[in-house]
């Protein structure tokens, strides 16, 4: 969300392009040391409101992952991001997650700030979207008993915002603007199919920031869903495929009963068949929502292939030899 003029030539070149993501010439400066929080839209603007329940509420799922629960964040309604600066050597580079949930709640821990500490350990900034819930994306309707999209994508509305906003700061968080992706979870990977294929914004012009280009310079999608159709291998209607869309990892474990791994196989496919670079990574097992923690299933090793991709990539500078 940050640094104007050199956002717009970040877009050009990187979040753009397809042959990778040239690194920095020289060391960015130092990042901030603490987090930041900061609001994604301007306290006096009016924004489309979910499908609330009650106000904004954090909990516990008893539901276990790694031997642990996790926690949910509900009724999102003024949406965030969170920058947490990288650990050790500053890299310049940057990975804005978005948590999965079904569009209807996060799992902020699991599938956000636990992505943060391992994206952060890596020299990277982490980005940490936590936008509009519920019913913000494609999602379960308990009234109609079926899928339904929202009037108003809000999700999208709040990544591209999101991605605008860190452009404009990028000088402030000592970001590399040619380097800022995108990585998400369940629903969250599926917004990043959809941030990484929206070749117009989803929302009015608000400020400066929205002049940037909101495209991904690269993209992490783990088991995504939201994409297949069911039928063969074709992709649900509304997701749409840009020749523009930004090298992209798919991660999917065969067994996942939530998320079937075509959503992932259906996605890479149509992204071959524009052209655009796809790597896809199917373990035999590992379920669905595992996040970052040890499962003692071969899906434990899916970070390793995540920070090759990442090094081959140009995000990350390669390993010394």
């Not at 949406?79 to 799992?107: D, I, S, W």
């Not at 936590?130 to 009234?143: A, F, I, L, Q, T």
């Not at 990977?189 to 009015?204: E, F, K, Q, W």
């Amino acid at each position: 969300m940050k640094a104007g003029l050199i956002a717009i030539a970040g877009a050009m070149l990187c979040g753009l392009a397809l042959s990778g993501c040239k690194p920095a010439e020289s060391p960015p400066p130092t990042p901030p040391r603490t987090p930041t929080v900061i609001p994604l839209w301007p306290a006096d603007l009016e924004i489309a409101k979910p499908e609330l329940t009650g106000p904004e509420e954090t909990g516990p799922v008893d539901h276990l992952v790694g031997g642990r629960p996790w926690t949910y964040v509900a009724n999102v309604s003024r949406p965030t991001l969170t920058v947490y600066p990288p650990k050790g050597r500053n890299t310049g580079a940057a990975m804005m997650v978005f948590p999965g949930g079904g569009y209807q709640v996060l799992a902020i821990d699991l599938e956000g700030t636990e992505i943060c500490d391992w994206v952060t350990s890596k020299g990277m900034t982490c980005v940490l979207l936590k936008y509009r819930v519920p019913h913000s994306g494609e999602s379960w309707s308990k009234v109609s008993r079926r899928y339904k999209l929202p009037d108003v994508p809000l999700a999208l509305q709040d990544a591209q915002r999101a991605m605008r906003l860190v452009r404009q700061r990028a000088a402030e968080f000592a970001i590399d603007p040619n380097r800022i992706g995108v990585i998400g979870f369940s629903a969250g990977g599926h917004l990043v199919a959809d941030i990484s294929n929206a070749d117009t914004s989803s929302y009015a012009a608000v400020d400066a920031a929205d002049a940037l280009s909101s495209r991904p310079s690269f993209a992490v999608g783990v088991y995504p869903g939201h994409l297949w159709s069911g039928q063969g291998m074709t992709l649900r209607p509304f997701n749409t495929i840009s020749r523009s869309a930004p090298p992209t990892l798919l991660i999917h474990a065969q067994d996942d009963a939530v998320d079937d791994p075509r959503h992932s196989i259906a996605y890479a496919r149509a992204l071959e068949a524009v052209g655009v670079p796809v790597q896809t990574h199917i373990f035999p097992k590992g379920g669905h929502a595992f996040g970052m923690r040890p499962t003692g299933q071969a899906v434990d090793q899916w970070p390793d292939v995540m920070e090759a991709w990442l090094r081959s990539r140009g995000v990350l500078p390669k390993e010394a030899t």
